[in-house]
Nanobody, 121 residues
């Protein structure tokens, strides 16, 4: 069974940093696009950043210059380095990815369960 597991969330003061990780496990042949979404209380889930199989990246305007998405293909893991955090970054952060399993099944939009990031003094 293929799954995504996020880690690294927590409480941080404004201006601080956190690094989120999302590890894929199971019988995976290859991982394609990986994404980080977030959902703040009372708001819709929004796309924060995405990274393609070749390393191309895209960011929401609200996090450009502060967040960096990266991936380690050898570890089937994607990261989100978050710097200069603001209270409005408080949300549950979800990993989402497209992948091909070892038996050739293509899985689109697989979700992790999320990790909570709270930015507060």
């Amino acid at each position: 069974q293929v799954q995504l597991v996020e880690s690294g969330g927590g409480l941080v003061q404004p201006g601080g940093s956190l690094r989120l990780s999302c590890a894929a496990s199971g019988s995976i042949f290859s991982i394609h696009v990986m994404r980080w979404y977030r959902q703040a209380p009372g708001k819709q889930r929004e796309l924060v950043a995405a990274i393609g199989e070749g390393g191309s990246t895209t960011y929401d305007d609200s996090v450009k210059g502060r967040f960096t998405i990266s991936r380690d293909n050898a570890k089937d893991t994607v990261y989100l380095q978050m710097n200069s955090l603001k209270p409005e970054d408080t949300a549950i952060y979800y990993c989402n990815g497209d992948m091909t399993t070892a038996v050739g099944d293509v899985i689109g939009g697989l979700w992790g369960k999320g990790t909570l990031v709270t930015v507060s003094s």
